[in-house]
């Protein structure tokens, strides 16, 4: 995961010419790596972590192969 985030993150900063500022995550444990941390907190990347599966309460609107 870590590999593929900083290829989107490349992507994304050059397409739009800003930088990612802020990473929401749902606490899953794809993100969780002390060499994932470092590469964040270098990029001055701030995390966010919500609780899986609940959308409700992360206050943005999401959809998944679990939603109705």
Do not use: P
């Amino acid at each position: 995961m870590f590999a593929t985030f900083k290829q989107w993150k490349a992507m994304i900063e050059k397409q739009i010419g800003k930088k990612v500022k802020h990473l929401r995550t749902d606490n899953r444990m794809e993100f969780c790596s002390t060499e994932f941390d470092q590469f964040c907190k270098n990029e001055e990347i701030m995390g966010h972590c919500t609780v899986w599966y609940t959308s409700q309460h992360n206050g943005v609107a999401e959809k998944n192969e679990y939603d109705g």
